[in-house]
């Protein structure tokens, strides 16, 4: 018998930065999924990922079943989610195995318990939770829960270019930085709880520019600015980044023609450096079951 668990992407975050002298994040989600499948008793055992096996049995010992009945399973990863861009590949490998693991042993936890066993392996991502919020990717520590977000989706702006998200946190200077952009985060962060709170996508693509902006002086991101500039142009809300990564992604209402922005985009230097532009709907944090899965991909 097979076992699935499935978990989003993201396309970086909304704001990434320093606040109360601990660093905290917010993203959010994309209709770009990972696919963990488990299947016990195969002739050729497929342990996967060594992340996502290690996740596996970190839910075995969380229920104090022994590591050693995890050796007859087998684990294979399927996922649409572009690795080294920032979009949260490894969070959601890690996430989908947990969510498959649960089902197999026939066991529940909470986002925030998911969570909190998917940084024991690696800095995650909040997109584990099923609410936006203030997020500590070293802890997976919920400083706030943050309102949701309708009606959105976003041209993503991918490079060819990888990051790891190790190599960011080991540049020299790296706290310096994030300490100089202090004050700036903390008003994003402002603007992006007011804008969840009230739906609000102009005030949510503020707290993202400025973020962006921010982030310049850790890891600059190609072409940034002129972005900004096309994005208020064609009347879209905000730019935000993958702060530990190298996408960029444009935020727009649902019934805006993403296709002229695309377009537009596809004709200027920046698809020089940019080799893939496209569209993705926002959704919905949380690990899903194979069901759920089916019914987002029915809506695409």
Excluded at 27 to 33: E, K, V
Excluded at 53 to 72: G, S
Excluded at 74 to 93: E, N, R, W
Excluded at 254 to 273: A, C, F, H, P, W
Aim: with cysteine; glycine share 6%; charged share 25%.
């Amino acid at each position: 018998m097979k076992f699935y668990g499935v978990c989003p992407a993201s396309c970086g975050e909304f704001v990434q930065g320093v606040l109360d002298n601990e660093e905290y994040l917010s993203s959010y989600a994309i209709n770009l999924f990972s696919v963990a499948t488990l299947e016990e008793g195969k002739e050729i055992i497929h342990r996967g990922p060594s992340k996502s096996r290690k996740a596996m049995e970190l839910v075995f010992e969380n229920f104090n079943i022994p590591v050693d009945e995890t050796k007859n399973i087998s684990l294979d990863i399927k996922s649409q989610i572009p690795v080294g861009k920032g979009m949260a590949s490894s969070t959601a490998d890690i996430g989908a195995t947990i969510k498959a693991t649960l089902s197999m042993l026939n066991k529940t936890l909470t986002g925030e318990e998911i969570s909190k066993l998917a940084v024991k392996i690696e800095a995650t991502d909040s997109l584990l939770l099923n609410q936006h919020s203030i997020f500590n990717p070293l802890t997976a520590d919920v400083k706030k829960y943050l309102g949701g977000i309708k009606d959105t989706k976003v041209v993503i702006l991918e490079p060819n270019d990888i990051l790891d998200t190790k190599s960011i946190r080991m540049t020299p200077n790296y706290k310096m930085y994030k300490m100089q952009n202090k004050e700036i985060i903390q008003n994003s962060f402002a603007l992006l709880d007011e804008g969840l709170a009230k739906n609000n996508l102009d005030l949510i693509g503020k707290a993202c520019k400025y973020s962006a902006l921010a982030n310049e002086n850790i890891h600059q991101k190609p072409f940034l600015k002129n972005i900004i500039e096309i994005s208020d142009k064609f009347g879209c809300y905000g730019v935000n980044i993958a702060h530990s990564g190298t996408v960029v992604g444009i935020l727009m209402h649902k019934e805006m023609d993403d296709r002229k922005i695309v377009q537009y985009l596809k004709g200027t230097e920046i698809s020089q450096y940019y080799k893939k532009i496209y569209t993705s709907d926002i959704i919905d944090g949380k690990v899903r079951e194979e069901e759920e899965w089916n019914i987002l991909k029915t809506q695409k």
